[in-house]
């Protein structure tokens, strides 16, 4: 079986947590959690005949007081960008740990995750930031972790990418 990395990378209270736990557990909390340092869970998905093992890696939230510490990035197949839709700044990190992450890591696989999306009258991320995103190669999904909408596809659109599997 193969095993890959990836690691949950965002400003704080983002729903990185949440959609960790709505995959892996089936799970959502209406309590706030803040992570400290990293939190793995581990999730076997099916990728045709294929198995693979995925790390989730929860990496706590980051903001101006606490920067990621890109040695938790090492030995990452993929990571997972996401952005809070109800709060345009989480956007904006986005762009910046990506680009971060990729000096780090080279050009390994990701996605855009769009989360709140049962909160969609109060988005401030607009469709033509997500559009200029997509121009430039980003696959992005709107999600909901408390619903449970489009996680498990932007988790396994994740592992294809990383096996390279293009289906």
Same mark, same amino acid.
């Given at each position: 079986?193969?095993?890959?990395?990836?690691?949950?990378?965002?400003?704080?209270? &983002?729903? !990185? =947590?949440?959609?960790?736990? +709505?995959?892996?557990?089936?799970?959502?909390?209406?309590?706030?959690?803040? #992570?400290?340092?990293?939190?793995?869970?581990?999730? &076997?998905?099916?990728?045709?005949?294929?198995?693979?093992?995925?790390?989730? @890696?929860?990496?706590?939230?980051?903001?101006?007081?606490? !920067?990621?510490? =890109?040695?938790?990035? +090492?030995?990452?197949?993929?990571?997972?960008?996401?952005?809070?839709? #109800?709060?345009?700044?989480?956007?904006?990190?986005?762009?910046?740990?990506?680009?971060? #992450?990729?000096?780090?890591?080279?050009?390994?696989?990701?996605?855009?995750?769009?989360?709140?999306?049962?909160?969609?009258?109060? @988005?401030?991320?607009?469709?033509?930031?997500?559009?200029?995103?997509? !121009?430039?190669? @980003?696959?992005?999904?709107?999600?909901?972790?408390? #619903?449970?909408?489009?996680?498990?596809?932007?988790?396994?659109?994740?592992?294809?990418?990383?096996?390279?599997?293009?289906?």
């Amino acid at each position: 079986m193969i095993q890959k990395k990836i690691c949950m990378l965002g400003a704080s209270a &983002v729903g !990185k =947590t949440s959609l960790v736990s +709505r995959f892996v557990r089936s799970i959502f909390s209406e309590k706030y959690h803040t #992570t400290v340092g990293v939190k793995v869970d581990k999730k &076997v998905v099916a990728l045709g005949e294929d198995q693979m093992d995925l790390l989730l @890696w929860d990496l706590y939230g980051e903001d101006e007081f606490q !920067k990621m510490r =890109t040695s938790y990035l +090492r030995g990452s197949s993929g990571y997972m960008l996401v952005v809070d839709g #109800t709060r345009h700044e989480t956007l904006e990190k986005a762009v910046v740990l990506q680009n971060r #992450t990729e000096e780090t890591l080279a050009k390994v696989p990701f996605v855009l995750v769009l989360n709140k999306i049962d909160l969609v009258d109060k @988005w401030e991320v607009d469709d033509s930031a997500i559009e200029e995103l997509g !121009k430039r190669g @980003w696959t992005a999904f709107r999600t909901s972790a408390k #619903t449970g909408e489009g996680v498990e596809q932007a988790f396994l659109a994740l592992a294809r990418k990383m096996a390279g599997v293009t289906a």
